[in-house]
């Protein structure tokens, strides 16, 4: 079932995160993000900004535990 385009971990990882910053500007240029109340701009970036914040340390972590385990 291995038909070779398995992807590794941390470009898997890179690309959610490309492809998280520039959704995530783009919502808050083109949503209204009020501060009285919720909205579905709001929730986006929100949303946004919690897969970027859960992305990047996997990101980095997966690099620095992958350095570390080639030697």
Do not use: C, K, Y
Request: proline share 6%; glycine share 10%; net charge neutral.
């Amino acid at each position: 079932m291995d038909d070779g385009r398995t992807w590794h971990p941390s470009r898997l990882l890179l690309a959610v995160l490309l492809a998280i910053v520039p959704i995530g500007v783009l919502a808050a240029w083109f949503l209204e993000v009020p501060g009285d109340r919720v909205t579905i701009g709001a929730v986006v970036i929100g949303a946004v900004l919690v897969i970027g914040a859960l992305v990047l340390p996997a990101l980095l972590l997966s690099s620095w535990q992958s350095d570390r385990g080639s030697r």
